[in-house]
């Protein structure tokens, strides 16, 4: 009886150590794409981009009708990563008591900092009274009042609804070489998916 | 919903943003004027009515001349330099330079034949012209333009007007 108990107790045991080892061997499997994602694709100055970020970027773009080329997936989300830096060193991060004091941001905070940095670098930028005025003067047919203050905000921010995406583009490519940004993999060229 | 929005409103910036690239060498100046020195382009006084005294301002007859002298010799940067601050604001180099060689930039400018003088108000004039040019086929053909020009600070600036292309400046 004893004899036969532990027979059966050996059999238990071994096949236990073989639904063990299959487990093990379903995670090392499933292990290997997430690794995948947890791969730095760019790095820089005091940061690293994963594919695991990138594709949290484009997973929350898509919820919404827009899709884009993982190529600008990855730049856009370098651009985020970026700029939240900026935020931060400017302390845009610090007046709404949301600041995290450690670690990684969760996307909706990035978001939200990358607006602010944006934001602020439009705001910042000084239209010239030249700008200004040759606006007004080039416009006779639409421009009938006196160019008093209230005109030239306008114009101002007319010039300068023109002139973001231009500044944002800029921007950025001023802030990869000062966090010394290097691609390591590259999002594969291509259309929209 | 509101975190949505904003994510909405960044990704159009962004592909705004992303729809102005040109290949930084076509930003080189170095791309945009090497040709050799050539006089500059004649204007002609089409009617009677039109002569060197229809310039209101020596400095417009200045600026005029050398705008169209700079787009024979294909300096598209000595062009951009030109245009009005405003629009150099709004517009970067890249695209300016792309709208100027899809309108004919590639045709070689004889002369430059002033038919008409508008002023619009002391600051703004359209001086409508054709243009003589020259295709690389070697066909000679006029073409239409009303060109506006602008002073603004004590000089007189070209403005480019072409809502297909840059409805943003209108």
């Known amino acids: 009886m004893s004899r036969n108990f532990t027979k059966v107790s050996q059999a238990i045991r071994q096949r236990t150590i073989c639904g063990l080892f299959v487990i093990c061997a379903g995670l090392a499997f499933l292990a290997g794409p997430g690794e995948a994602r947890g791969t730095v694709v760019a790095e820089g100055d005091g940061f690293k981009l994963t594919q695991a970020e990138v594709e949290e970027f484009q997973r929350f773009v898509e919820r919404g009708p827009f899709k884009s080329s993982e190529k600008e997936y990855q730049r856009v989300a370098l651009q985020v990563k970026l700029f939240v830096l900026e935020?931060?060193?400017?302390?845009?991060?610090?007046?709404?008591?949301?600041?995290?004091?450690?670690?990684?941001?969760?996307?909706?905070?990035?978001?939200?900092?990358?607006?602010?940095?944006?934001?602020?670098?439009?705001?910042?930028?000084?239209?010239?009274?030249?700008?200004?005025?040759?606006?007004?003067?080039?416009?006779?047919?639409?421009?009938?009042?006196?160019?008093d203050d209230a005109l030239k905000e306008e114009i101002r921010n007319k010039i300068l609804r023109a002139k973001a995406p231009h500044l944002l583009r800029e921007t950025f490519k001023r802030l990869k070489e000062k966090y010394h940004v290097r691609v390591l993999i590259p999002a594969p060229e291509g259309g929209v998916q | 919903m509101r975190l949505y929005a904003a994510m909405t409103g960044l990704l159009v910036l962004l592909v705004a943003a992303g729809a102005g690239v040109v290949p930084a060498a076509a930003e080189s100046p170095e791309?945009?004027?090497?040709?050799?020195p050539q006089p500059d382009v004649p204007l002609i006084y089409a009617q009677e009515l039109l002569d060197e005294k229809i310039w209101p301002e020596a400095k417009l007859r200045q600026a005029f001349s050398r705008y169209w002298t700079l787009r024979q010799k294909g300096d598209l940067e000595g062009m951009f330099a030109l245009e009005a601050p405003y629009f150099?604001?709004?517009?970067?180099?890249?695209?300016?330079?792309?709208?100027?060689?899809?309108?004919?930039?590639?045709?070689?400018?004889?002369?430059?034949?002033?038919?008409?003088?508008?002023?619009?108000?002391?600051?703004?004039?359209?001086?409508?012209?054709?243009?003589?040019?020259?295709?690389?086929?070697?066909?000679?053909?006029?073409?239409?333009?009303?060109?506006?020009?602008?002073?603004?600070g004590g000089e007189w600036y070209h403005v480019v007007r072409n809502p297909m292309f840059f409805p943003e400046t209108g």
């Open chain 2, 31 to 36: 791309n945009a004027s090497q040709v050799k």
């Open chain 2, 88 to 152: 150099r604001e709004m517009v970067p180099f890249g695209r300016y330079r792309n709208y100027l060689l899809m309108q004919g930039g590639n045709t070689k400018i004889q002369e430059v034949v002033l038919v008409h003088f508008a002023k619009k108000s002391p600051y703004c004039y359209d001086i409508g012209t054709y243009l003589e040019v020259v295709d690389p086929a070697g066909k000679r053909r006029k073409i239409t333009v009303i060109d506006r020009w602008v002073q603004a």
């Open chain 1, 87 to 147: 935020a931060k060193a400017l302390g845009l991060d610090s007046d709404d008591g949301m600041s995290v004091a450690s670690g990684e941001e969760p996307l909706p905070r990035q978001i939200e900092l990358f607006n602010r940095y944006a934001k602020k670098l439009v705001s910042d930028y000084e239209v010239s009274d030249l700008a200004i005025e040759s606006f007004y003067r080039a416009h006779p047919e639409t421009m009938t009042g006196p160019l």
